[in-house]
């Protein structure tokens, strides 16, 4: 089984423009997610996905960069080109590209899933253990059923639990946070981003219910990272202080 990391990396952003080619302790946040990416066992290639000649020139100095349209609406849609182009690969991970210190085994859990052949789409999850993040609609949840398969993702803690008081909510169930980390047969990426944007993908601005509406089961593997993401200027400082130990 071929496996691609395929990281897509955009200039334009509303809160952090340029964020993929910010300074993050000596090295482009871009580099460093390479770095970290190249890592995890079971890789055959990484790929760096932009649509920016700035980003592609400063990445073809360490690393292996493609070109995509600049018409994409997501990151998905920027590694379904890749998948198109690189027809020898199998399974293909999105990596984040504001993740400068993802872990490696986050990948590799990922491509473990793929060893089950029913399993077409892979993402991880994380156990909510604080309150503040089991009612932050910024971070996405996720209920799933026994074989571990997602059941629906909401910017709302799911389930409700009737009749109990919010604070109690965490010691009577176990709620699990979305970790934005994605792996797809090759067939199956190039399929799910033929679909239209769906009516639940549009209320909860969370693209994956738009693959759970058209019939795609997504396996969900639980990790113990979550996802450190850089939104914002100013989160390159706690985010350096937070994993100091890595530079």
């Given at each position: 089984m071929?496996?691609f990391?395929?990281?897509?990396?955009?200039?334009e952003?509303?809160?952090?423009?340029?964020k993929?080619?910010a300074?993050?302790?000596?090295?482009?946040?871009?580099q460093r997610v390479v770095e970290?990416?190249s890592?995890?066992?079971?890789l055959?290639?990484?790929?760096v996905?932009t649509?920016d000649?700035?980003i592609f020139?400063h990445?073809?100095?360490?690393a292996?960069?493609f070109?995509?349209?600049p018409?994409?609406?997501?990151g998905?849609?920027?590694?379904?080109?890749?998948?198109?182009?690189?027809?020898?690969c199998?399974?293909?991970?999105?990596?984040?590209?504001?993740e400068?210190f993802?872990?490696p085994?986050?990948i590799e859990?990922?491509i473990s899933?793929?060893?089950?052949q029913?399993?077409e789409?892979?993402t991880?999850?994380n156990?909510?253990?604080?309150?503040?993040?089991?009612?932050?609609?910024?971070?996405?949840k996720?209920?799933?059923?026994?074989k571990?398969?997602?059941l629906?993702?909401s910017r709302?803690p799911?389930?409700?639990f009737?009749?109990?008081?919010?604070e109690?909510w965490?010691a009577?169930?176990?709620?699990?946070?979305?970790v934005g980390?994605?792996?797809?047969?090759?067939?199956?990426?190039?399929q799910?981003?033929?679909?239209p944007?769906?009516?639940?993908e549009?209320?909860?601005?969370l693209?994956?219910?738009?693959w759970l509406?058209?019939?795609?089961?997504?396996?969900t593997?639980l990790?113990?990272y979550?996802?450190y993401g850089i939104?914002?200027?100013e989160d390159?400082n706690?985010?350096?202080?937070?994993?100091?130990?890595l530079?």
């Open positions: 071929k496996v990391a395929v990281i897509p990396a955009r200039y952003s509303s809160r952090f423009p340029g993929p080619l300074d993050i302790a000596g090295k482009s946040m871009i970290r990416t890592m995890a066992h079971g055959s290639k990484v790929v996905a649509d000649r700035r020139d990445v073809k100095t360490f292996e960069v070109m995509t349209s018409d994409h609406q997501s998905t849609d920027r590694c379904a080109e890749v998948a198109v182009k690189y027809t020898e199998d399974v293909l991970i999105n990596v984040q590209g504001d400068p993802i872990h085994e986050q859990l990922l899933s793929f060893l089950e029913e399993v789409i892979a991880l999850v156990s909510i253990t604080d309150s503040a993040d089991l009612f932050n609609a910024d971070i996405p996720v209920t799933i059923n026994g571990g398969d997602a629906y993702f709302q799911i389930p409700f009737r009749g109990l008081s919010q109690h965490l009577e169930h176990q709620y699990f946070k979305h980390i994605y792996g797809y047969r090759r067939e199956t990426l190039k799910i981003t033929k679909f944007m769906s009516v639940l549009k209320v909860e601005a693209e994956q219910l738009r509406e058209n019939g795609y089961a997504i396996r593997v990790s113990a979550g996802s939104d914002r200027p390159i706690y985010t350096l202080q937070l994993f100091k130990d530079l």
